[in-house]
């Protein structure tokens, strides 16, 4: 509240004496006898005049037209940014994706005609995702803003403060759906759902009262943990049963885990005890790569068949050298981007300093995809040749320390990286679980991925507005830069000044 000196003043030129910062400086609706609308603390009618409380001038002040002009532009550059997020990512991988694909050479003219085709589809449907991601994120933003704003202008921002945010992130979760009517994203709301999760953990460890509760989940090298565990399902079911992997996500992981599928056939097969049944396409295969070898059919270990004539160690080098090759193409995408549209100011200003940190990332990041992918067939034949023997279980063992490649990453992005990993491995594991008949798919919920999201949104935007030290300082900066500054929690010129 003001000093005494600052109440006579208001009260000189015909301020309410009702007017309290714990009313939230909101302006009730009151119909006298006469049928005007006036106060519901002093009944007193005009806010406009001189006699009204003061909580109903401010919000008469609110209503007029500059302040509607600043808030419909605070909803039109929230969409804008959010659009050109969304479209920004989603093109700028597109664009990569298909200079990769441009790049290919066949021999035949006939194969020119169909990869041209392929190429013409591939650059339709990239577009398409593009301004589909872009009108994802643009809705999402604004519809935020929007209802972020008649909540506050109807209720008070200090007093709707504490659940405006979480309602208006769940209306706007459903904007999803601009992505496609029929497009699941089970991964992506998952993913989101751990992001929500963390920040809430990291609100428990700050409280008093769930700060011994949420203690574990401080551990110095959870990420690594979460990231072995994500690895042990992932690359199993690559491997073992890849109908469980999203289709994106599955296709990553047969260009990036280097073997053709009548070799993962193969392992599958000598994994869970089935009689084989492709050792001639396996052979074939080899010959086409110049290597000349006869498989038996009475094997222990599939070492043979994963790398042919080639000892264990061998084939992981020449592996390790392959797949940083095709690590590079992935992850400078990842840091160009960003320094595009995020370090755009100091692009220009200091130049070799946020490039050279790009090419620093990249370096790093292939370096860790490329030791992630050929460490995952080491530890794997680590240990069929120690235990001369192949089954699923030894399968999930040998691909469960593949996640300690995590490490080369530096600190602020591994648990970016655990928890996308993570949310693939639920949702893969979850459906092995149906295809078995441990989990019944619900017939009723068709869309449980925009729900999840739009309770994880809710979360996340709550956190946004009234946890802000959870989030870290970079992410933090991004949510500023499309939402706005959060309004203050009182919007009254007298609670301001106090």
């Known amino acids: 509240m003001l000093p005494a000196a600052g109440d006579a003043a208001a009260s000189s030129v015909g301020f309410c004496s009702c007017f ?56 039109i550059t929230a969409s804008a940014k959010g659009f050109s997020i969304g479209a920004g990512l989603k093109g700028g991988l597109a664009l990569f994706s298909i200079l990769t694909r441009l790049r290919r050479r066949q021999s035949s003219a006939s194969s020119r005609k169909i990869e041209d085709f392929s190429n013409k589809e591939a650059i339709t449907m990239a577009i398409k995702e593009t301004i589909r991601y872009g009108l994802f994120l643009g809705t999402f933003a ?23 945010a979480l309602l208006a992130g769940l209306i706007a979760g459903p904007s999803m759906l601009l992505t496609g009517p029929n497009t699941q994203h089970t991964s992506l709301a998952i993913y989101i759902l751990m992001r929500a999760a963390v920040l809430a953990s990291r609100c428990g460890i700050n409280s008093k009262r769930f700060g011994r509760i949420c203690k574990p989940l401080t551990w110095k090298h959870g990420d690594l943990f979460l990231m072995c565990l994500s690895s042990s399902q992932i690359l199993s079911a690559y491997i073992l049963k890849q109908e469980s992997l999203p289709p994106s996500y599955k296709s990553f992981l047969n260009k990036h885990g280097g073997k053709d599928a009548v070799i993962l056939q193969g392992v599958k097969e000598i994994a869970s005890c ?17 290597v000349d070898i006869k498989l038996d059919p009475e094997m222990r270990v599939p070492c043979s068949i994963v790398h042919g004539n080639q000892g264990c160690l061998t084939h992981v080098v020449s592996f390790f050298i392959q797949a940083y090759k095709r690590a590079l193409p992935v992850y400078l995408p990842v840091y ?22 790009g090419l620093l ?104 507005a009234q946890e802000r030290e959870v989030f870290r300082s970079k992410y933090l900066n991004v949510l500023d830069w499309v939402f706005g500054v959060p309004p203050p929690p009182c919007e009254t010129p007298r609670c301001k000044s106090s």
């Open 361 to 464: 990332g990249t370096t790093r990041s292939s370096l860790f995809l490329s030791v992630y992918c050929s460490s995952a067939w080491m530890w794997t034949c680590f240990l069929f040749r120690i235990f001369e023997k192949c089954n699923i279980p030894m399968v999930a063992m040998g691909t469960f320390p593949t996640g300690l490649s995590l490490a080369i990453e530096k600190k602020s992005r591994r648990m970016e990286i655990s928890l996308y990993c993570l949310a693939r491995a639920i949702e893969s594991f979850c459906t092995c679980l149906a295809d078995i008949g441990y989990l019944p798919q619900s017939k009723n919920l068709k869309r449980a991925d925009v729900v999840i999201f739009s309770l994880s949104t809710a979360i996340i935007m709550h956190c946004y």
């Open 336 to 357: 160009l981007i960003p320094a595009l549209i995020v370090h755009r100011k100091g692009l220009l200003e200091r130049p070799y300093t946020i490039l050279g940190k």
């Open 20 to 75: 309290s910062v714990e009313n939230g400086g909101s302006y009730d609706d009151y119909i006298d006898g006469s049928g005007n609308r006036g106060c519901m603390h002093c009944k007193r009618s005009d806010p406009s005049s001189s006699s009204s409380c003061y909580s109903c001038s401010s919000l008469w002040l609110d209503l007029a037209p500059f302040k509607d002009s600043e808030k419909l532009r605070r909803v």
């Open 274 to 290: 089935l009689p084989f049944s492709n050792l001639e396409a396996i052979e074939k295969f080899y010959k086409t790569m110049g």
């Open 142 to 164: 604004g519809t935020f803003v929007s209802v972020d704003e008649i909540i506050g202008a109807l209720g008070g921002h200090r007093r709707t403060a504490r659940w405006r």
